[in-house]
């Protein structure tokens, strides 16, 4: 076992030492850092503890909590052990729950070596090893020597270095070439069809709110001048609707206006050029932002058209890149197309999917209930609902049930809008009424299937298929095929599944 | 695919059987009753308390009362848990590993072979009585990132890793 006080091995020599070796431990100090990390986690209470004690007895618990926390991490330390195999690291740990986690070096992506000074004057480092799409990375080693992180790192580089070495023989840049370019008049559009007006007000108004009673009184006071002042003009209730629609009316130009202007600083001069396989989308008008992403991390697509994409003629087009840590990233790549026409984005999905003949043709309806399960809920609320108010409020709360035609004919329109196309090894799926969304991916980008069947589904005989994806975000319509007849989502299942589990697939595109 | 072609002789030394659905063993379903009654002690101890306050009467009643939700509470969550565990049934085909699952809301999850990123396999205090074992099948997903089947017997549990143990050599060809 490699100590501190051992004259440095080169990192091969160790690496070839380290995969000879059988099972061992952390660095002998790493109880000491495990105990800091925990501290610092603990350290608000301790605090709190440490201010509100009363008498002498917060010493005495202070004594406990440092004792516990050096014991457990005692504990961690001497059940936490690893050991390296042919292609593969298996880590055993815990106390009562005894985990053992087999991680393939062809699955780890990333070793990240983390060293503060503390880890330095040790002449140790915490070692992370980070995979694909994971959330958390897959192990984190706290803490090993450094000799041995360094080992452990070249002996992941070089399984995985002759993977990559044929994968990535660009020489010098490829020549690029613009895909997408918006002019001002399109990001002006972008303006208008998108709600970012809403979105920052309120946030201001949230800012604001925090900041404490003077907001509430302002708004109060505002709210009073205004309505002393509509009663001074003696004004008729038609006048005073038509006031408040003109209000209402600034309200909204107001908010398209902040809208526009948010476009512009945030997509003014967007163009979304190719390089070779890479992808790469600058925007902005103060500050320019520049992001790029490989064609083929490309997880799962998203296309939109809300109504107002519709009174335009446009629509826009996300993606989902593998790397979760970009999900939540605002720089990140995502935004392909933020705004453009049908054409414009049907060119550009034929173009990044070649295999795919989008527009898909043959789109398969569900089931020939489904619009009745897009009813039921609403219609269920909004009786509910009504026969409350009229309970309470007599005739007039039964208003409420006017609400019901329009449901009726949401839902039609929904399910006749809504199914789900597999072609040419793409699966998507199309829901909205209104706000029409289109969601795909290719199926070798599939990570697994799901077929769900709630109790109501069972009463139709309808299944859900859920699809996952890598990088997927949680906000977004998930992949997911609803309310389909339950013989149809298993056959589609079965197709499915063959295809996930085919062999690479070679690059169709020339790099 | 060198994958499909060996791990039918892997799985035959095993004792798994590729393509046949098959169900928990009998001890996994005691192990899950065994833990449910134990986590229904809290809410059974909370609910008597409960019940033998609210119940008007002699204090003999009231301790029957008492004490018969402290019974019932915990031996419907184990009963439940006992049901739950019959249900799942686990298929390992060419394709991947299937499993079924659920009482109302039933789901039947596919995690094809080529997709599994890593393994763990999981044993508590009470599967480790019992011999049982948890697996648990990463995939670089969202939603479905991890499919957690409790109640394996041990040595099906490690077989059903080691066949389920991505190539080194495979490439990541889904990201």
New interface residues.
């Given amino acids: 076992m490699t100590t501190p006080s051992d004259p440095k091995p080169t990192p091969s020599e160790a690496a070839a030492a380290m995969a000879v070796a059988g099972e061992r431990r952390l660095h002998p100090l790493s109880w000491l850092f495990v105990a800091i990390q925990q501290l610092k986690q603990f350290a608000l209470p301790l605090l709190v503890l440490l201010v509100t004690g009363r008498g002498n007895t917060w010493e005495l618990w202070g004594m406990v909590g440092a004792g516990g926390l050096v014991l457990y991490s005692l504990l961690l330390y001497f059940t936490y052990r690893f050991r390296i195999e042919?292609?593969?690291i298996v880590i055993r740990s815990?106390v009562?729950?005894?985990?053992?986690?087999?991680?393939?070096?062809?699955?780890i992506h990333n070793v990240a070596l983390h060293q503060t000074l503390l880890h330095r004057i040790a002449g140790v480092a915490e070692v992370r090893l980070e995979?694909?799409?994971?959330?958390k990375p897959?192990a984190e080693m706290r803490v090993l020597s450094l000799a041995d992180a360094q080992a452990l790192e070249e002996l992941v580089r070089g399984?995985h270095g002759e993977?990559e070495a044929g994968a990535d023989p660009q020489a010098g840049p490829p020549p690029s070439r613009v895909l997408l370019q918006l002019p001002t008049s399109e990001v002006l559009r972008l303006g208008l069809i998108s709600n970012r007006g809403m979105i920052v007000l309120a946030a201001m108004f949230g800012v604001l709110a925090q900041t404490g009673e003077g907001f509430g009184e302002m708004i109060e006071g505002s709210a009073r001048l205004v309505a002393g002042w509509v009663k001074q003009q003696h004004l008729d209730s038609a006048s005073t609707l038509i006031g408040a629609l003109v209000l209402f009316l600034a309200a909204i130009i107001l908010m398209r206006v902040l809208s526009v202007v948010l476009a512009l600083l945030q997509f003014h001069g967007f163009t979304l050029s190719e390089s070779g396989r890479r992808l790469s989308a600058e925007r902005g008008l103060l500050t320019r932002m520049r992001a790029s992403l490989r064609r083929d991390?490309i997880?799962a697509w998203s296309l939109r058209e809300t109504l107002l994409h519709r009174w335009f003629g446009r629509q826009s087009l996300r993606v989902d890149s593998?790397n979760?840590a970009q999900v939540h990233d605002d720089r990140a790549l995502r935004d392909l197309a933020p705004v453009a026409t049908p054409d414009t984005v049907d060119g550009l999905i034929r173009h990044l999917l070649p295999g795919a003949s989008w527009p898909l043709q043959q789109w398969h309806r569900l089931h020939p209930r489904a619009w009745r399960r897009q009813f039921t809920l609403p219609a269920v609320v909004t009786v509910l609902l009504a026969a409350g108010l009229g309970w309470k409020e007599g005739l007039p709360g039964l208003c409420l049930l006017l609400l019901l035609p329009l449901w009726l004919l949401r839902a039609r329109v929904w399910a006749r809008h809504a199914g789900y196309a597999f072609e040419s090894g793409v699966i998507a799926v199309r829901e909205g009424w209104l706000d029409k969304r289109w969601r795909f991916a290719e199926v070798?980008?599939?990570?697994?299937?799901?077929?769900?069947?709630?109790?109501l589904d069972?009463w139709h005989g309808m299944a859900t298929l859920?699809l996952?994806?890598?990088?997927?975000n949680?906000m977004e319509m998930?992949l997911r095929i609803r309310y389909l007849p339950l013989d149809e989502a298993i056959a589609l299942?079965d197709r499915l599944?063959?295809e996930?589990?085919a062999?690479?697939?070679p690059a169709r595109t020339p790099a | 695919?060198t994958e499909t072609a060996t791990s039918p002789v892997e799985s035959a030394a095993a004792g798994l059987q590729e393509g046949a659905w098959h169900p928990l063993p009998e001890a996994a379903a005691s192990a899950a009753g065994l833990v449910g009654g134990l986590t229904g002690l809290v809410p059974g101890i909370v609910l008597a308390g409960l019940a033998g306050g609210w119940v008007p009467g002699a204090w003999w009643l009231r301790l029957c009362v008492g004490l018969l939700v402290l019974l019932l509470v915990p031996m419907s969550l184990a009963l439940l848990a006992r049901v739950r565990v019959r249900r799942v049934r686990w298929c390992l085909d060419?394709?991947?590993l299937y499993v079924c699952r659920g009482l109302?809301?039933?789901?039947?999850?596919?995690?094809?072979?080529?997709?599994v990123?890593?393994?763990?396999?999981?044993?508590?205090?009470v599967e480790?009585h019992f011999g049982l074992a948890t697996l648990i099948v990463?995939?670089?997903?969202?939603?479905?990132?991890a499919?957690r089947q409790a109640g394996f017997n041990d040595a099906e549990a490690v077989a059903l890793?080691d066949i389920l143990?991505?190539?080194?050599?495979?490439?990541?060809?889904?990201?």
């Avoid at chain 1, 996952?468 to 997927?472: L, Y």
């Avoid at chain 2, 990463?138 to 990132?145: D, L, P, Y």
Wanted: net charge positive; proline share 8%.
């Fill in positions: 042919d292609d593969a815990g009562l729950q005894r985990t053992v986690r087999n991680i393939p070096f062809s699955r995979s694909a799409g994971g959330a897959e399984q993977a991390r997880q593998a979760l070798r980008k599939l990570q697994a299937v799901k077929l769900s069947r709630s109790p069972r859920w996952d994806t890598a990088g997927a949680a998930p299942r599944a063959p996930l589990e062999p690479v697939i | 695919m060419a394709r991947g109302l809301w039933r789901h039947e999850i596919l995690v094809p072979r080529s997709r990123q890593h393994l763990d396999i999981e044993r508590g205090p480790r990463h995939t670089a997903g969202t939603r479905m990132h499919l890793r143990v991505p190539e080194a050599r495979r490439h990541d060809d889904a990201l």
